[in-house]
């Protein structure tokens, strides 16, 4: 939590249950299902490409609240990169935080 000037005032630990493990792990493995089907269906009909189907694409990450958590780590000392253009360098960026 942050206070009115942007200072850490507190720290929580954000827990998640099995329950949630458990719905995440199932989501995952319904979307490689369903790609192995799209992906060997196209073989099938020996298509050039993969069939069309809709699918979820994620929203690009705000730049304003990149910059924000950026400078929130870098109250504690860390060397943050001068730019992070995706969601891949994000999670790298918090896993060596």
Same mark, same amino acid.
């Given at each position: *939590?942050l #206070? #009115?000037?942007?200072? =850490?005032? #507190?720290?929580?630990?954000?827990?998640?249950t099995?329950?949630?493990?458990l719905?995440?792990?199932? *989501?995952?493995?319904?979307?490689?299902?369903?790609?192995?089907?799209?992906?060997?269906?196209?073989? @099938?009909?020996?298509?050039?490409?993969?069939? =069309?189907?809709?699918?979820?694409?994620?929203? @690009?990450?705000d730049?304003?609240?990149?910059?924000?958590? *950026?400078?929130?780590?870098?109250?504690?000392?860390?060397?943050? =990169?001068?730019?992070?253009?995706?969601?891949? @360098?994000?999670?790298?960026?918090?896993?060596?935080?």
């Amino acid at each position: *939590m942050l #206070d #009115d000037n942007q200072f =850490p005032v #507190d720290v929580y630990a954000k827990s998640s249950t099995k329950s949630t493990s458990l719905v995440e792990e199932c *989501m995952l493995l319904a979307n490689k299902c369903v790609a192995n089907f799209i992906s060997k269906k196209s073989k @099938e009909l020996k298509l050039r490409t993969n069939l =069309p189907f809709l699918y979820r694409v994620h929203e @690009e990450p705000d730049a304003k609240k990149i910059k924000e958590v *950026m400078a929130f780590i870098a109250n504690f000392g860390y060397q943050t =990169p001068k730019k992070i253009s995706n969601s891949k @360098e994000i999670n790298k960026l918090l896993a060596e935080f």
